[in-house]
């Protein structure tokens, strides 16, 4: 559990080089966002001093990616001096203009006490105006604070169903959690073959701390329960993770 909360941070950490990727695919259509584009392909060369000008033009129209992403340029130090506080007002600025990503970085500088007061309900209140958006980070974010009761009242239904948003959007670390769950009867029903099922989905996905749950659970299940599961898991997988 500690490995997937670290992977969890770490991932948060990664987000500047997720972000690029992304967004290189969105701008690639979008004719509209000229000087972000060109910001974001002096930023994949690592030339982050050469795309600040185009970011900060972007930033002063008001683009909410370009807010964005400069904001993790001040929050990691990348092309700019590190700067939390200038970050929480670029996130802050994205958030209100209801853009999912703004919203989850937001809610994650409240949640860790960078450049704010650490207030944790107040990081509920935007990963849960990001979650309903479909963003997968805050989903699982909140799947996290709720098991654990951080800003919120402890609640293993409420995990369970964040967890579920983003298990069926493909995240490995949530279907990891959906199986841990179902193994240990928090949240839902307990049920050995259902655990196992998640458990094996997300190790097809990469997550490699399911791979070790994996073993541990085949060597408490009989071939036949382990077989019923595999079953399970291909049908799901068939039915993009809905309905499982």
């Given at each position: 559990?500690?490995?997937?909360?670290?992977?969890?941070?770490?991932?948060?950490?990664?987000?500047?080089?997720?972000?690029?990727f992304f967004l290189s695919l969105f701008l690639?259509?979008?004719?509209?966002?000229?000087?972000?584009?060109?910001?974001?392909?002096?930023?994949?060369?690592?030339?982050?001093?050469?795309?600040?000008?185009?970011?900060?033009?972007?930033?002063?129209?008001?683009?909410?990616?370009?807010?964005?992403?400069?904001?993790?340029?001040?929050?990691?130090?990348?092309?700019?001096?590190?700067?939390?506080?200038?970050?929480?007002?670029?996130?802050?600025?994205?958030?209100?203009?209801?853009?999912?990503?703004?919203?989850?970085?937001?809610?994650?500088?409240?949640?860790?006490?960078?450049?704010?007061?650490?207030?944790?309900?107040?990081?509920?209140?935007?990963?849960?105006?990001?979650?309903?958006?479909?963003?997968?980070?805050?989903?699982?974010?909140?799947?996290?604070?709720?098991?654990?009761?951080?800003?919120?009242t402890q609640s293993y239904n409420e995990s369970?169903?964040?967890?579920?948003?983003?298990?069926?959007?493909?995240?490995?670390?949530?279907?990891?959690?959906?199986?841990?769950?179902?193994?240990?009867?928090?949240?839902?029903?307990?049920?050995?073959?259902?655990?196992?099922?998640?458990?094996?989905?997300?190790?097809?996905?990469?997550?490699?701390?399911?791979?070790?749950?994996?073993?541990?659970?085949?060597?408490?299940?009989?071939?036949?329960?382990?077989?019923?599961?595999?079953?399970?898991?291909?049908?799901?997988?068939?039915?993009?993770?809905?309905?499982?």
């Amino acid at each position: 559990m500690k490995k997937l909360i670290f992977n969890q941070q770490l991932n948060m950490k990664q987000r500047t080089c997720a972000l690029l990727f992304f967004l290189s695919l969105f701008l690639a259509s979008n004719a509209l966002a000229n000087e972000f584009e060109a910001g974001v392909y002096e930023a994949k060369k690592g030339h982050y001093k050469k795309a600040l000008p185009f970011i900060n033009t972007a930033v002063n129209e008001g683009n909410p990616m370009a807010q964005v992403f400069l904001g993790l340029m001040y929050k990691n130090g990348k092309g700019v001096e590190q700067n939390p506080g200038e970050a929480f007002r670029l996130f802050e600025l994205a958030a209100k203009q209801e853009d999912a990503d703004g919203q989850f970085n937001l809610g994650s500088l409240y949640d860790n006490g960078i450049g704010v007061v650490q207030d944790r309900k107040e990081a509920v209140k935007w990963y849960e105006l990001s979650a309903n958006q479909g963003f997968i980070d805050a989903q699982l974010r909140l799947g996290l604070m709720y098991q654990y009761g951080q800003g919120v009242t402890q609640s293993y239904n409420e995990s369970e169903k964040w967890y579920h948003m983003a298990a069926e959007q493909g995240d490995a670390d949530a279907q990891l959690m959906l199986g841990l769950a179902n193994w240990s009867g928090q949240g839902v029903k307990q049920n050995s073959i259902k655990a196992y099922m998640w458990t094996n989905i997300a190790a097809s996905n990469g997550s490699h701390e399911a791979i070790e749950y994996k073993t541990k659970m085949n060597k408490k299940l009989s071939p036949k329960e382990t077989q019923q599961a595999l079953e399970l898991s291909r049908t799901c997988k068939a039915n993009s993770y809905k309905d499982c």
